[in-house]
């Protein structure tokens, strides 16, 4: 029993290094593999599912039993036997590296895989469950499969790193954002926790720009205005709030931040066209009485 994926241009980065996929293979082991290695920038992941084994350097010997993760790097002579009368089931990622790809950045999951020339181990990190996935990826060929395969592959890489250093925290942290492409997410989280109170100058102070800056940045984003935002959040705040029981109209004036509830009615009737008692009254039959908002 044997599956195998090979001769496909797999192909993906891990921080600015080029990694290279040229053997995928699932195979239940009843046969010796001989002595051999690989050659620069080729490694071999290797991990036993189920049955039972020995892996054979020129200087050690290692039992292999099921949920066994090794990998062989480059120079790494090894021959592999199963014990026949529980053989083993085996998956296998061939792996190469150009290194001559590599920039001067450092990379802690590829410096650490690539420095890494033996490793053997119980899996900690799930890797059963990603070859899995990868093998029903490669099999099925749904919409997309070539991303999650590499996507898979990624994760495979990590899982491997995070093996080696039993989950060491990260030496490099994601950097701070930047303001410039943060500001959208700030004008709608704004909006959305914020109606009640929000205001122009408050809005400008929480994006570092002054009042006119941020109108232009809402025409620019949304074509709308700093009042049209306003009242859009509002309104829709409204139908959500005068939709559930037990809130007076005097409550939900409240809580939008009106300062009474004849003014909220006001407000609530110009952009609904219909007034707020005649909308509630509306979602108590199941027929709501709304007109499109202007």
């Known amino acids: 029993m044997k599956t195998r994926y090979t001769d496909m241009d797999i192909h993906f980065s891990m921080d600015g290094v080029s990694v290279y996929v040229l053997n995928i293979i ?23 599912s189920s049955g039972r084994g020995t892996l054979t350097l020129p ?11 090794y990998v062989t790097g480059p120079h790494v002579e090894h021959a592999q036997s199963p014990v026949l009368s529980d053989p083993m089931q085996e998956y296998c990622v061939y792996f190469k590296i150009r290194t001559s790809s590599r ?7 590829m410096d650490a895989f690539c ?14 469950l990603l070859l899995k996935q990868l093998f029903g990826e490669l099999s099925h060929r749904y919409t997309g499969y070539q991303n999650q395969t590499r996507l898979l592959l990624s994760q495979l890489l990590i899982s491997i790193i995070r093996n080696y250093e039993r ?5 490099y942290p994601f950097a701070p954002s930047n303001l410039y492409d943060s500001k959208s997410i ?9 109606y009640g109170n929000s205001s122009l100058e408050a809005l400008a102070n929480r994006l570092r720009l002054s009042t006119r800056q941020t109108q232009r940045l809402l025409r620019e ?12 959040a509002r309104m829709s705040a409204a139908a959500v709030l005068l939709a559930q029981k037990g809130q007076s109209i005097s409550s939900v004036a409240e809580q939008l931040g009106y300062s ?4 909220f009615s006001a407000a609530f009737k110009k952009y609904y066209h219909v007034s707020p008692a005649r909308y509630r009254a509306g979602k108590t039959t199941g027929k709501p009485e709304r007109s499109n908002p202007l």
């Open 167 to 171: 989950e060491q925290n990260a030496a």
């Open 221 to 232: 984003y949304y074509g709308k205005t700093f009042q049209q935002k306003k009242a859009e």
């Open 260 to 263: 009474s509830a004849e003014h």
């Open 103 to 109: 920039s001067q950045k450092p990379s802690p999951v």
């Open 186 to 194: 700030i004008i709608e989280e704004y909006f959305l926790y914020e």
């Open 59 to 69: 200087k050690q010997q290692y039992d292999l039993c099921p949920n066994t993760l």
């Open 115 to 128: 420095s890494t020339a033996f490793w053997l181990g119980q899996d900690t990190q799930g890797v059963h």
């Open 26 to 48: 699932f195979e239940r082991l009843t046969r010796v593999i001989p002595l051999h290695s690989h050659g620069n920038g080729c490694y071999e992941v290797h991990y036993i």
